[in-house]
């Protein structure tokens, strides 16, 4: 594998800076799920079905996938600062593309652009963990980690609220202008960052599955997480559709409504970090997977419908919040080498 990458002193690791940081991975990664929330209206402007409005996420999911795998290795390449800022772009213009688009066919490929694009938290949140002491790594990631899964959650309540009142384009405008003002801010805000290896981007893509297969350790830690994340990203896609549905006939406000319940669960992974740094990852992985299952129990009263049912789609919504950040946070740590310095941004993802 490659070096890791030559970064400033731990010392500058400062707290705006890792405000900013946080702040830069919540929106960047809310271009990936705000549509989520937007579905119903797509198809109702669009004059298409619901399920083919949904193909809408499905591929800004599948673009985001690609971007962790295809992209992502680049931060091992590129100094952190360019890339960024370059990520940051290429999502601006993709999400303008999406706010103009004619029929679905052109919005699912925005989309799916975007979600490519949008891969910024996974190239800051290494850098971060490799600024950081190793005894402050956990926090540092669990307050990285709280701005993403903030961002993810928060995206649903921007865009369903502002989407009832100016149509579904107008989040996708909003987006736009957030992350062109990010992009100029992160230019000049992120630390000098060297590159950590000259080797060809072929190869690198290659060290990403030999690690998969020598890593024990890294494959529990994937395999973890992409049970936890598929259901957490399916119950989301299905909540829009179920609340708006037959059996509520809420509008998308609705959606943002509980979404905001759920975005209270951010503060719970600054916790999970100290946890994780002081006992391991190992006591606090188990956990959250009991409450991901326990979350799935409490949808299930979701079908009772009225305000028992609203009730219980939204604590179940929120222990499932809670148990897919803490347990990123855990993995997180699991999945990193114990050096100081980060490991190449192509070994690290979530």
């Known amino acids: 594998m490659s070096n890791s990458p030559s970064l400033l002193p731990s010392s ?105 694009a949008t891969v910024v938290p996974q190239i800051l949140i290494p850098m971060a963990a490799g600024l950081a002491a190793p005894e402050r790594r956990g926090a540092v990631t669990g307050t990285l980690l709280s701005g993403l899964i903030g961002g993810i959650l928060l995206a649903r309540t921007f865009s369903g609220t502002l989407g009832q009142w100016l149509g579904w384009r107008a989040p996708f405008l909003v987006a736009a202008a957030l992350a062109l003002v990010l992009a100029l801010v992160m230019a000049a805000a992120l630390p000098r960052t060297a590159p950590s290896t000259r080797q060809p981007y072929v190869k690198l893509l290659a060290s990403c599955v030999h690690m998969l297969r020598a890593e024990p350790l890294l494959r529990r830690s994937c395999q973890y997480q992409a049970l936890v994340f598929a259901a957490f990203s399916a119950a989301w896609t299905a909540l829009a559709l179920f609340v708006t549905g037959p059996r509520y006939h809420l509008g998308t406000q609705a959606v943002g409504v509980i979404a905001l319940v759920g975005a209270a669960s951010m503060f719970a992974t600054p916790v999970a970090g100290r946890r994780t740094d002081r006992h391991g990852p190992d006591a606090v992985s188990p956990v959250c997977m009991t409450a991901a299952v326990a979350a799935g129990l409490l949808l299930l009263t979701g079908t009772l419908g009225g305000v028992a049912g609203l009730v219980g789609l939204g604590a179940g919504m929120l222990l499932l919040d809670v148990a897919v950040q803490s347990g990123q946070v855990a993995n997180q740590p699991a999945s990193s080498p114990c050096a100081p310095r980060p490991a190449p941004a192509s070994t690290r993802r979530t």
Do not use: W
């Open 12 to 116: 500058t690791l400062s707290r705006p800076l890792i405000l900013l940081s946080a702040i830069a991975c919540g929106i960047a990664v809310a271009n990936v799920y705000f549509p989520q929330a937007l579905s119903p209206l797509i198809a109702d402007d669009l004059h298409v079905t619901s399920s083919s409005a949904a193909l809408v996420v499905t591929c800004a999911q599948l673009g985001y996938a690609s971007g962790i795998f295809l992209v992502v290795p680049l931060g091992d390449r590129l100094r952190h600062r360019g890339l960024v800022t370059t990520l940051l772009l290429l999502t601006c213009a993709g999400l303008v593309l999406a706010a103009t688009a004619p029929s679905l066919p052109v919005l699912a490929i925005a989309c799916a652009l975007v979600g490519l």
